[in-house]
């Protein structure tokens, strides 16, 4: 399984970006996703997660109403949607995957078992 993300950039306080991840090697459309983010000197956390139908979606209290997952199993890629940005979220953002198929939405990371190489999101104040 690789996962492959891209979106991140440097953004002012208040916008927006819109991050992706592609994943390959297996059907797509049978596995949760999730994203979790690293920001310097400070341990990775949980972002949000989707089920694999997108009909499920679970984010972090911190990040909700600022944050949106969504995914196009037609595209192998899940999004996250990113409004409102503050300094405070300026991270390396990772998506992830489990290793078994379906099931529930987790937001530990110990859940994961596959992980993309991250995106460096900056956000500037």
């Known amino acids: 399984v690789q996962l492959q993300a891209s979106g991140g950039g440097l953004v002012q306080a208040g916008g927006s970006l819109r991050l992706s991840c592609v994943a390959s090697?297996?059907?797509?459309?049978?596995?949760?996703m999730g994203w979790f983010r690293q920001a310097p000197g400070r341990e990775r956390e949980f972002v949000a997660a989707?089920?694999?139908?997108?009909?499920?979606?679970y984010a972090s209290d911190s990040m909700k109403g600022r944050f949106t997952v969504s995914r196009d199993n037609a595209k192998n890629t899940v999004y996250l949607q990113m409004n409102s940005l503050k300094p405070e979220d300026t991270a390396v953002y990772y998506c992830?995957?489990?290793?078994?198929?379906?099931?529930?939405?987790?937001?530990?990371?110990?859940?994961?078992?596959?992980w993309g190489q991250g995106t460096l999101v900056t956000v500037s104040s």
């Open positions: 989707i089920g694999w139908t997108g009909s499920s979606t």
């Open positions: 090697g297996r059907t797509f459309s049978s596995y949760n």
């Open positions: 992830a995957a489990p290793k078994g198929p379906y099931g529930r939405i987790w937001n530990g990371e110990t859940k994961y078992d596959y």
